[in-house]
């Protein structure tokens, strides 16, 4: 592709589809953040624009891969077909903050994951997880046995696994749709981070919640930038734009998750909604439960040919060393 040298001297609009509320922190304060640092890093070359609901978020990667928008992000589990990987970063007993498995995430995925076809045709800005994944009913139950045969919206990925593994009658809807089904009665609870009871009003239609140490899973998520918006840059901007990406949005995006997390489930609290603990036999039941998830994530990414178990070490020592980096 030839592109002329008056093009590299123009200003650039990263037009970044997304979704979720205005006030969810990603749209908030990740989105807007790291377009601070874009434009700071570019001398005001590059600036964003954030464009909601322009699709579903499982087609977000593939409209990013066709040039249809220039950046987005979304979930991976609402791929499972193509991102599994990933999943890594959501196997339950991480005791961490979102900010260490995000960049532990980030980290495995440069060293180990690089060559994988998971991100052909978009280039990887970022990779993050949100907090804790806990439970919330519309009913209150006794414990985590009391789950089985209920309706629970899963979101995907390691989630779904969780829920077939506590013999619920899994519900796959995208976040977005939750709400209505919660409503309606078409699911009994969900699976879900604390930041979303508050930021998509979950707790009016589930306001019981349950909660692990560790959560039941972590949530992984990828934020992609269109190599045909890339090409329109200078050398220079796109060097610069890559300075304030990767690790460094990694940590802020996981940073920001969690601190969401902490006002979400105050929020909660403040509202009347209840929040309790599982008890101790609930939480040995759930380690027991889970326990084979390592080697069956292992197994299946065989095929992607990496080293995985030595991945999944790496990563937990990453996460168990980490200190938080300077954003």
Known sequence: MVVSPNVYAENHELKIATWLSPMQTMNADVLPTWGKWI???TQGRVTIKLEYDLAHPKSLVELVEDGAVD???????YQPGRFRLTQIAELPGNKSTGEAASVAHWR?????????????GVELAGVFVHGPG?????????????????????GGGISTEIGKLLKVSGVSAPATKAYEMLSQGVADGLFMQMDMMKAARFKDVAPYSYKLPTGLYLGSFGIFISPQFMEKLSE????????????????????YWSKADEIGEQDIIKSGSKVENFPAEDIAYFEDLTKGLDSEWIKSVKSRKVDAQAALTEFRQIVDGYQPIEL
């Open 39 to 41: 434009e700071e890093a």
């Open 71 to 77: 950046a987005a992000w979304t979930f991976h589990g």
């Open 108 to 120: 495995i995925n440069e060293k180990y994951f690089s060559d994988s076809f998971e991100y052909d």
């Open 134 to 154: 806990q439970v919330h009913m519309r009913e209150p139950i006794n414990s985590l046995r009391d789950l089985k045969d209920k309706k629970i919206r899963v």
């Open 236 to 255: 220079q901007d796109r060097q610069a734009i890559r300075s304030v990406s990767g690790e460094k949005l990694s940590a802020l995006a996981g940073r």
